[in-house]
């Protein structure tokens, strides 16, 4: 049973990232963005709190589900496949991940302002469980981006700061965009095609505080290109909405450095990443 609603988690995120690609981002002017870490991330991982955090689900959702992205969306995840044309339309993900990037200001922010704090703990929680019931494998994926173009420096660590989602065919990321177009090795995003709507893309979700190495970056007039090699999972905040509640879990976490080597690509077998924005 925790799978299955896991499994409607993860749905539901590639329901609401449908939206993310639509026209009207085509018309948008290209824009220039510099990589780095997102500081300002909420990259909470819950380590040591997730049945206190539990035992909060039903309070927070009383008073999140006064957002009406957040209702309307998390209904759908409920029930997704009758309500598909509302979900595909739904805004949720836009918000949700927009808030994520700038959740982690501050503590008081979070507490505050934050109003997606049931999400960002199932999405998150859903993570961890099925890397550890699949396995913690590395994956070569590809992220294709219309719109924008990202920079970076050179041995550079940086972080996506949301959850970026993944599929399988290169040319899939491709028919994304390539504005900007990325090629990382990845050790802690999870294969969540099983749940997803369009398991022909065989998606990949990554997780908002993974740390990526800049490996190579280059520029031509048709786009840029940037690898990233995965280096640890870092957190500058973990169990915010539970301390002082009992939980004795806080601090920056950090995991220990990725052991052994990313795997190289095998032909036929390449990954393709998306950015879901």
């Not at 040591?48 to 009406?68: I, V």
């Not at 995003?189 to 998606?203: A, L, M, T």
Request: glycine share 8%; with cysteine.
């Amino acid at each position: 049973m925790e799978h299955l609603a896991l499994g409607w988690v993860l749905l539901a995120s590639s329901l609401f990232g449908t939206s993310a690609t639509g026209s009207k981002r085509d018309l948008d002017a290209i824009k220039e963005v510099a990589m780095d870490m997102v500081l300002s991330s909420f990259d909470d991982q819950y380590q040591g709190c997730s049945r206190m955090m539990e035992k909060e689900l039903e309070e927070l959702n009383r008073t999140e589900f006064a957002s009406p992205a957040y209702t309307e969306g998390w209904r759908g995840a409920e029930q997704a496949v009758a309500v598909l044309a509302y979900t595909a339309e739904g805004d949720l993900y836009r918000q949700f991940n927009a808030a994520v990037r700038e959740g982690g200001r501050s503590r008081e922010h979070y507490l505050q302002s934050f109003p997606f704090k049931t999400l960002h703990f199932l999405l998150t929680k859903a993570l961890h469980t099925l890397r550890d019931a699949q396995g913690q494998n590395c994956h070569r994926v590809y992220r294709g981006v219309k719109g924008t173009r990202f920079t970076a420096q050179l041995h550079q660590t940086v972080r996506f700061g949301q959850f970026t989602s993944a599929s399988l065919q290169k040319k899939v990321a491709q028919s994304f965009g390539q504005d900007t177009f990325f090629f990382l090795d990845t050790c802690y995003s999870v294969p969540i095609q099983n749940f997803s709507f369009y398991p022909g893309e065989d998606e990949v979700l990554i997780p908002p505080f993974e740390v990526f190495k800049v490996t190579n970056f280059t520029r031509d007039r048709d786009g840029n290109f940037i690898h990233l090699r995965s280096q640890a999972a870092r957190s500058t905040y973990n169990c915010e909405f539970v301390k002082g509640k009992g939980s004795q879990q806080g601090g920056p976490v950090f995991s220990a450095q990725v052991r052994g080597e990313p795997p190289a690509p095998s032909h036929g077998q390449h990954r393709a990443c998306t950015l879901r924005r």
